[in-house]
C-alpha cells in the first residue's frame, strides 16, 4: 500500500490539530515552594524552563539539542533515530550505514563525510573514509548519552574539514547520573536483543564509570527485492541475510581537571542488499567497522575567567569488508574478496578562552592529527591476488580562533576563522560571522555566513578496485552558506522560528561513472541550495510539550542544470510527549514526512510519513524504568533512495514493529 | 562531597550555545525550573550574613536583585511575597545594568549575561552583594553560588571564598548541600 497524497494531507492534519490543541498559552499559578528546605528543592525535578526556549535567540547558529530524557522517554533505538526527528534531516538507510541528509543535501554512497561526529568533543569520524556513524554502526550506547547538541550549518571556523552541514556532540553521562550499578536488556521485533551493564562510582578524588553493551539482531528473515526475482536468484528473496551485532565498551576516570576516557565499539552486518555486484542472497557478504579511541583532557577556569582546555587521543579504526562473488573458473563456486581499512592516529590540541576587551571572549586554539596509518588492503581469496595494498601517512595542523562580542545589551557578534594546513593536500581556510540581534524581549534576529570545507579522503584518492580508478589529484571541497534566522515567542511557552538559508557547493567530490563502467571521484559538481524552514515549540501546563516542523527547500545541479538527487524538496516533523501519571508514565509520539525524491540513476521513491509511538513507565518500585515503542506504527509501506554500491531501484524499510526495555538501576535518583 | 566532572563543552561556540538550548529535559513534576531557582535564591539570602555595613538601619530591606531578566525578577516577587528575614522585609528588586547592582544584596545574573560577568565583578569589588549564577563556570570566575542543572534536578555550587572577600558569611548548612565547595 503506497501513502496517498490525500492520507498524507489527513495525517498532516490530524498532527497539526493534536499539536495546536496541546499548546497552551496560558501560565500555571505558582505553587509556593518557598517553604522547602535546601535538600528538598535539590530533589524537584524540573521541567525546562521557558527561558530556555527563549535564549535560543543567543545562539550564534541553529542549535537543537536532544536531551537522555527525551532518548528514554521516545525510546529512540539509534542516533539514526534521533536525527530523523530534526527539522530539515532526513535520513536513509541501504541497511549496511545510516546515512544523513541535512538541508537538502546528501549525496548517495558518501558515508556522512559532511557531517562531523564528535563524543565528548573527540572527533569520531575516522581517518580513511571520515565516515560519521550514525546507526547501530556508532560504537557508543545510547544509554550513556547524557545529550547531544546537534549545530547546523557550516562550522569549519572551529572543527575544519567535514563541518560544512551539521556538527553532532554526544555528550556522555558522568558518574554523578550513573551512579552504582545500572543494568538493562531490550527485546525487539526481528529477533532482536540487547544487554547492558554500567557501573559508576565517586570515591574520595577520582569518578570511574565502566559500562558494556551486546546487541544482536537476526534482521528481517526475508527481504524481497524485485530486481532479484529469479529462479537462481532464490526469487529474489534475501533470507537471513539482515543480521547486525554490536558489542560496546566505554570507560571513563576522571580527577579534579583531568578526564581519561576510552571507548571501543566493534559492529558486524550482513549485506541483503547483493551491494557491489556480489551473489544474491549470500550469508557470506558482510561488513565490520570497529572503531576504539583513549582521549586525555584537561580543562581549568583560572580565576580571572581564563579558561584552558587541552587534549591528547589515540585512535584505532578498522573496517573488514567480505564481499561474495561468483568464482569466473567455476560459476556454481563463490570466490570472496577481502577489503579491508586499517586507521590510526592521535593528536592534541589546545584551546584558550579569555575575555580581552570585556566586553567579549576570545578563544584561540591549535590542533595537530597524525594519522600514522592510512592503509586500504583487498584480495581475492581463490585464487589468492593482492588487488590493493595502498599505505599512507599524512598530518593536519590547524590554527583557529573566534571572538564573541557582546556589542550592546541586544546585540552580540560572533567572528571566527580557522586555517588547516594538510601534508597531503591543499590547506584550507574557513571564516565564520554570525550577527544577533535581540531588538525586543523574546525576539531575536540572526544573520550568519560561514565558509566551510573537506579534504578528500584517502579511500577517494586511491581506492583502486575494478571498476574503481584513484585520483590523486583531488582538492578539497568548498560550501558558502547564509543563513538568516528569526526566532519569535508568542508567549514564554510558546515560540516559532523561521530560517532561511542559501548554501553554494563548489569543486563537490563526487562519484563519476564513465562510458567505460568504472568509477572515479572527482571535483565536478556545483550545487546550490535555497530553502525555508518553520519551526513552533510549545509546552502546555499540563505537561504537554510539542514542537512541529515544516522545511521547504530546492536544490540543483548547477552543472546539469536539474533538480539535484537524493534531494526531497519537503520535510515535515512532529514530536509530542505527554506525562500521563506525575512523575511515571509518559506517553510519546514523533512523526516523520519525507516528499518525493529522485534518486541517482533517475529512479523516483515515494513520499512517505512514519509514525512512531512509545510509552515509559518510570522508576516502578523506584528502581525500575520500562519501557516500550512500536514503531512505523501504522505499517507505511516505503522505501529509501539506494547509494552507489546497489543495484536496487529503492531500499526497502522495515513495516511496524516493536521493541520491550527493562531498565534496573541501584541508585535512586 | 566530591567535585563535579568539568563541564564538556569544548568549544566556546558550543559553550555558549549549550546554554541556550533549543530543546531541553522536560521532567515529570510540575516545577518550573524558574520557580525552583526562585524559592532557592530566597533560602541562600536565608542563609547568609551581611556585614552590618551593607545595611544603613535594623528593619533595612534585603535587596534580591534581577539583572535584565522580567520573567525570573516575576518569579521572584511571587515567591518572596509577604516573606521577612528576621526583621527585614525582602525585595524583589529588577535592574538594568550592572552599574546599579552596588545597591543590592543578592544579585542574580542568568546564563544570557556570561559574556559580561568579569567585568560584572570587577564593579563589584568592595562591595558585599551575593552574586547568584546558573553555570557552573560563574563560581570559578568568581561568582558566589551557581545553579547546575542535572538529570532535571537543580543544585547549587558555592565559592566560599569569593563569598569571605565579599564580607558575607554563608551557613555551615548551606555550604553542606553544596554540591561543590571552593574554599
Known amino acids: ?669 | 562531597m566530591t567535585a563535579p566532572r568539568p563541564s564538556r563543552a569544548r568549544r566556546v561556540l558550543l559553550g555558549l550555545a549549550l546554554s541556550l538550548l533549543h530543546r531541553e529535559p522536560s521532567r515529570a513534576q510540575r516545577f518550573d525550573e524558574e520557580q525552583v531557582k526562585a524559592a532557592y535564591v530566597y533560602n541562600f539570602a536565608k542563609f547568609a550574613e551581611w556585614p552590618a555595613t551593607a545595611f544603613t538601619a535594623a528593619n533595612d530591606p534585603i535587596r534580591m536583585c534581577v539583572l535584565n531578566d522580567q520573567p525570573f525578577q516575576s518569579q521572584l516577587m511571587r515567591t518572596i511575597k509577604d516573606k521577612r528575614i528576621g526583621d527585614r522585609v525582602v525585595l524583589a528588586v529588577s535592574i538594568q545594568n550592572p552599574e546599579q547592582a552596588r545597591h543590592c544584596h543578592l544579585l542574580f545574573i542568568n546564563s544570557t549575561h556570561n559574556v559580561e560577568v568579569i567585568r560584572l565583578f570587577a564593579s563589584l569589588q568592595g562591595s558585599s552583594v551575593l552574586t547568584v549564577g546558573e553555570t557552573a563556570s560563574f563560581v570559578d570566575r568568581g561568582g558566589i553560588i551557581s545553579f547546575v542543572t542535572q538529570e532535571g534536578q537543580v543544585h547549587f555550587q558555592v565559592n566560599h571564598k569569593a563569598a569571605t572577600e565579599s564580607g558575607i558569611r554563608l551557613s555551615s548548612r548551606l555550604l553542606s548541600v553544596a554540591r561543590r565547595v571552593i574554599e
Not at chain 1, 314 to 320: E, G
Not at chain 1, 519 to 527: A, P, Y
Not at chain 1, 549 to 564: K, M, P
Open chain 1, 1 to 669: 500500500m503506497k501513502l496517498s497524497f490525500l492520507s498524507l494531507l489527513r495525517f498532516l492534519t490530524t498532527a497539526i490539530s493534536i499539536f495546536i490543541a496541546g499548546v497552551s498559552f496560558g501560565q500555571q499559578p505558582a505553587p509556593d515552594l518557598s517553604e522547602a528546605s535546601l535538600e528538598e528543592l535539590g530533589s524537584i525535578q524540573v521541567y525546562s524552563a521557558s527561558k530556555r526556549l527563549q535564549s535560543v535567540g543567543d545562539a550564534p547558529a541553529s542549535v537543537t539539542v536532544i536531551s537522555a530524557d527525551e532518548i528514554q522517554k521516545h525510546a529512540y533505538r539509534t542516533l539514526a533515530d534521533i536525527l530523523r526527528t530534526l527539522s530539515s534531516f532526513y535520513v536513509t538507510y541501504d541497511r549496511i550505514y545510516s546515512s544523513l541528509g541535512v538541508r537538502g543535501f546528501a549525496r548517495p554512497g558518501d558515508f556522512n563525510t559532511r557531517i562531523l561526529l564528535l563524543v565528548d568533543g573527540h572527533r569520531l569520524n575516522d581517518n580513511i573514509y571520515d565516515e560519521a556513524m550514525l546507526g547501530t554502526e556508532l560504537p557508543i550506547d545510547l544509554d550513556l548519552i547524557q545529550r547531544i547538541e546537534i549545530v547546523r550549518g557550516p562550522v569549519s571556523s572551529l572543527y575544519g574539514s567535514n563541518a560544512l552541514f551539521a556538527v553532532i556532540n554526544i555528550m556522555t553521562k558522568g558518574t554523578e547520573i550513573v551512579n552504582g550499578l545500572d543494568l538493562s536488556t531490550e527485546i525487539a521485533s526481528f529477533s532482536t536483543y540487547k544487554m547492558k551493564a554500567s557501573y559508576g562510582r565517586e570515591l574520595k578524588r577520582i569518578n570511574l564509570l565502566i559500562s558494556g553493551s551486546f546487541y544482536r539482531s537476526r534482521g528481517q528473515s526475508q527481504i524481497f527485492y524485485s530486481e532479484f526475482d529469479a529462479p537462481e536468484t532464490n526469487n529474489g528473496i534475501a533470507s537471513h541475510v539482515d543480521n547486525d551485532q554490536l558489542g560496546t565498551a566505554f570507560g571513563v576516570i576522571s580527577s579534579h581537571d583531568f578526564t581519561l576516557e576510552a571507548l571501543y565499539g566493534t559492529r558486524e552486518k550482513g549485506i541483503p542488499t547483493a551491494a557491489y555486484a556480489t551473489v544474491f542472497n549470500n550469508p557470506g557478504t558482510r561488513a565490520t567497522d570497529s572503531h576504539g579511541y583513549a582521549d586525555l583532557r584537561y580543562e581549568h577556569t583560572f580565576r580571572g575567567s581564563f579558561d584552558v582546555s587541552a587534549r591528547a587521543f589515540y585512535d584505532r579504526y578498522n573496517y573488514q569488508g567480505t564481499y561474495m562473488y561468483s568464482s569466473q573458473t567455476d560459476p556454481g563456486e563463490t570466490n570472496p574478496n577481502l577489503d579491508f581499512a586499517d586507521g590510526r592516529w592521535w593528536g592534541a590540541e589546545l584551546q584558550l578562552t579569555a575575555s580581552v576587551l570585556g566586553n567579549d571572549r576570545v578563544t584561540l586554539g591549535g590542533e595537530y592529527r597524525n594519522n600514522l596509518l592510512q592503509n586500504q588492503t583487498n584480495y581475492d581469496l581463490r585464487p589468492r591476488s593482492l588487488l590493493l595494498d595502498d599505505e599512507r601517512q599524512s598530518f593536519v595542523a590547524a590554527l583557529w580562533m573566534q571572538d564573541e562580542i557582546a556589542v550592546n545589551s541586544s546585540v552580540a557578534l560572533n567572528l571566527g576563522l580557522r586555517y588547516d594546513y594538510y601534508s597531503a593536500v591543499d590547506s584550507s581556510a574557513a571564516p565564520r560571522a554570525a550577527l544577533i540581534w535581540k531588538p525586543r524581549h523574546r525576539t531575536a534576529l540572526k544573520t550568519i555566513y560561514g565558509e566551510a570545507f573537506r579534504v578528500p579522503n584517502v579511500y577517494e584518492k586511491y581506492y583502486s578496485i575494478p571498476p574503481n580508478v584513484a585520483n590523486p589529484s583531488l582538492r578539497p571541497e568548498r560550501t558558502r552558506s547564509a543563513e538568516f534566522a528569526w526566532e519569535q515567542g508568542i508567549s514564554d511557552s510558546f515560540w516559532i522560528s523561521v530560517s532561511a538559508f542559501h548554501n553554494s557547493l563548489k569543486d563537490l567530490i563526487t562519484q563519476q561513472s564513465s562510458s567505460s563502467g568504472s568509477f572515479i571521484f572527482e571535483n565536478l559538481q556545483r550545487v546550490q541550495s535555497t530553502g525555508i524552514e518553520f519551526e513552533v515549540r510549545g509546552q502546555r501546563s499540563n505537561g504537554l510539550e510539542s514542537s512541529g516542523s515544516y522545511s521547504l527547500q530546492d536544490s540543483e545541479d548547477r552543472d546539469s542544470g536539474r533538480a539535484l538527487s537524493n534531494s526531497p524538496r519537503q520535510i515535515a516533523k512532529l514530536t509530542l510527549c505527554q506525562p500521563l501519571l506525575r512523575k511515571a508514565l509518559f506517553a510519546s509520539l514523533d512523526a516523520q514526512y519525507r516528499g518525493r525524491v529522485t534518486t541517482f540513476a533517475g529512479a523516483s521513491v515515494s513520499p512517505f510519513a512514519v509514525v512512531n509511538v512509545a510509552l515509559l513507565n518510570r522508576n516502578l518500585g523506584k528502581h525500575l524504568d520500562i519501557s516500550g515503542g512500536v514503531y512505523n506504527l501504522f505499517d507505511a509501506k516505503y522505501s529509501d533512495p539506494p547509494s552507489t554500491a546497489v543495484s536496487l531501484q529503492s531500499i526497502k524499510q522495515d513495516g511496524r514493529s516493536f521493541q520491550l526495555k527493562v531498565a534496573w538501576k541501584s541508585g535512586v535518583r
